[in-house]
């Protein structure tokens, strides 16, 4: 599956901002879909990631109430919204995939796609 994410940008802080992951090549609900997130200096780090179905979902505690994933299996596409944005979630923002089980850690992700830029201006 190749993704592409996009929508990132500059935002104030308290603002809100979505994003999009589109896939194509493979059957999107076959996977699972996470997005994960790295700011300068930093490691990448898990954000959100939900089932197949979409039923479940999961977060990171810093992003948990403000953030959620969502994904829209008739149109090939996850959804990262993005609400009372801090400046630490300044960071490239990657849409990543993987068959199998929910889980946190990154490498275990196999399909990326390119990274997306938020800015949050305190």
């Known amino acids: 599956v190749q993704l592409q994410a996009s929508g990132g940008g500059l935002v104030q802080a308290g603002g809100s901002k979505g994003l999009s992951c589109a896939a194509s090549?493979?059957?999107?609900?076959?996977?699972?879909l996470a997005w994960f997130r790295q700011a300068p200096g930093k490691e990448r780090e898990f954000v959100a990631a939900i089932t197949r179905s979409g039923y479940t979902r999961y977060y990171s505690d810093s992003v948990k109430g403000r953030f959620t994933i969502s994904r829209d299996n008739a149109k090939n596409t996850a959804y990262l919204r993005m609400d009372s944005l801090k400046h630490d979630d300044t960071a490239v923002y990657s849409c990543?995939?993987?068959?199998?089980?929910?889980?946190?850690?990154?490498?275990?992700?196999?399909?990326w796609g390119q990274g997306t830029l938020v800015t949050v201006s305190s």
């Open positions: 990543a995939a993987r068959k199998g089980a929910v889980i946190t850690q990154r490498d275990e992700y196999e399909y």
């Open positions: 090549g493979s059957t999107f609900s076959s996977y699972v």
